[in-house]
């Protein structure tokens, strides 16, 4: 089974940075498509990004020049740089990883970003 561990969390103050990051217990380079989702309190699950195996990404219009996805494929890790946050980004922060044939979408257990002064 596939386990997916975000971690990089936390508290943070309008225009601040977090780095979030997903650590696989297997080799990325298996997944052709990684990414995050986040949950805001009362709102459904939302694509923040993603990026595929070839390294292309994707991000919603809400976060465009803000938040930045990268992978590590030798340390099984994908990241997710978050810049000038602002409250409404608080949210569990979830990564996911897509394998094809058959298609299977695994998730982490989430980390929580909390933009507050």
């Known amino acids: 089974q596939v386990q997916l561990v975000e971690s990089g969390g936390g508290l943070v103050q309008p225009g601040g940075s977090l780095r979030l990051s997903c650590a696989a217990s297997?080799?990325?380079?298996?997944?052709?498509?990684m990414g995050w989702s986040r949950q805001a309190p009362g709102k459904q699950r939302e694509l923040v990004t993603l990026?595929?195996?070839?390294?292309?990404?994707n991000y919603a219009d809400s976060v465009k020049g803000r938040l930045s996805i990268s992978r590590d494929n030798a340390k099984n890790t994908v990241y997710l740089q978050m810049s000038s946050l602002k409250p409404e980004d608080t949210a569990i922060y979830y990564c996911?990883?897509?394998?094809?044939?058959?298609?299977?979408?695994?998730w982490g257990q989430g980390t929580q970003v909390t933009v507050s002064s």
């Open positions: 297997e080799s990325i380079s298996r997944f052709y498509r």
């Open positions: 990026i595929t195996s070839a390294g292309s990404t």
């Open positions: 996911y990883a897509d394998r094809a044939a058959p298609m299977v979408r695994y």
